[in-house]
C-alpha cells in the first residue's frame, strides 16, 4: 500500500518569492509520482510526472520537482511565484506495477499568493 | 485539448434518494475513474473501471455506489440511497491506455449536496 503525506497545509507567500510544497510517500513497492493543481472550481490539472530517468522534472508554469529516493521525497518548486498560482496542489503516487494506474493523493496543500 | 466532462456541477438531493452523476471521458480513452473530495479532506480513490467491468474498488464504494458505462461515450455513478456523508465533490477521470504511468485526466467535477 501507498500513503503520502503533504507537510504544509497552507503556505502563504508573497508574489515573486520562491515557493516548496514538501509531499513525502511511504510506499512497499516502486511508484511513479505526480503533482496535480486544482484551481478554484474546477478539476485536477498535471502538473508534472516523474517517471524515470533525471530525478529533476519540470512541469508547466514553471514549476519544477525532484524525487530524492532515500528520503522518500517529491518537492515542488517554483522560483518565482505569481498572484495567477495561487491554488489547491496535490501529490500523488501510483504503482509503477499496477495495471489499473489509480492515484494515493496528499492532503493538499493550499499556495497562497499575495501581492 | 479534449476535456473529460461532467454533469451536472452541482447536484443537490435528499437523504435517501437515488442520484446519479454523469461523465464523458476522452474519446480514446480506455480507464475510468471516480474519486472523491469530502470538504477539506483529501481526494480519494472510489473505483476504476476497464474493458467494461471494474478493475478495482476502495473500501468506500461499497453496495450503495455502481458504475456504469452504458455507451460509448458515458460514464456514470450510481448512489442508490444518498446519505449526509456522501456530500463531497466528485471527479471522474480517464487515461488512454495500460501501464500505470500515463497521467490521469480529470473532469471539473460534480458537488453532491445531500440534505
Known amino acids: 500500500a501507498q500513503s503520502v503525506t503533504q507537510l504544509d497545509s497552507q503556505v502563504p507567500v508573497f508574489e515573486e518569492a520562491p515557493v516548496e510544497l514538501r509531499c513525502n510517500y511511504s510506499?512497499?513497492?516502486?511508484?511513479?509520482l505526480f503533482w496535480y493543481v486544482q484551481y478554484p472550481n474546477q478539476g485536477l490539472q498535471l502538473l508534472l510526472k516523474?517517471?524515470?530517468?533525471?530525478?529533476l522534472v519540470k512541469g508547466i508554469n514553471g514549476f519544477e520537482a525532484e524525487f530524492n529516493k532515500s528520503q522518500t521525497s517529491f518537492h515542488l518548486r517554483k522560483p518565482s511565484v505569481h498572484i495567477s498560482d495561487t491554488a489547491e496542489y496535490f501529490c500523488?503516487?501510483?504503482?509503477?506495477?499496477?495495471?489499473?494506474?489509480?492515484?494515493?493523493f496528499g492532503q493538499g496543500t493550499t499556495l497562497q499568493v499575495k501581492p | 485539448e479534449p476535456e473529460v466532462t461532467q454533469t451536472p456541477s452541482h447536484q443537490v438531493t435528499q437523504m435517501g434518494q437515488e442520484v446519479i452523476l454523469r461523465c464523458v471521458p476522452i474519446?480514446?480513452?480506455?480507464?475510468f475513474y471516480w474519486y472523491r473530495q469530502i470538504l477539506g479532506q483529501k481526494v480519494e480513490f472510489l473505483v476504476s473501471?476497464?474493458?467494461?467491468?471494474?478493475?478495482?474498488k476502495s473500501e468506500i464504494f461499497d453496495d450503495q455506489f455502481s458504475v456504469e458505462r452504458p455507451d460509448g461515450s458515458n460514464f456514470t455513478l450510481k448512489i442508490r440511497s444518498t446519505k449526509l456523508e456522501d456530500s463531497a465533490m466528485y471527479f471522474c477521470?480517464?487515461?488512454?491506455?495500460?501501464?500505470?504511468?500515463?497521467?490521469?485526466?480529470f473532469g471539473n467535477g460534480t458537488r453532491l449536496t445531500v440534505t
Open positions: 477521470a480517464s487515461r488512454p491506455g495500460t501501464g500505470a504511468n500515463s497521467p490521469l485526466h
Open positions: 473501471f476497464y474493458n467494461n467491468e471494474i478493475s478495482e
Open positions: 500523488a503516487v501510483s504503482d509503477r506495477a499496477g495495471n489499473t494506474g489509480k492515484l494515493i
Open positions: 516523474y517517471l524515470s530517468g533525471s530525478t
Open positions: 510506499s512497499s513497492v516502486s511508484v511513479y
Open positions: 474519446s480514446n480513452h480506455l480507464y
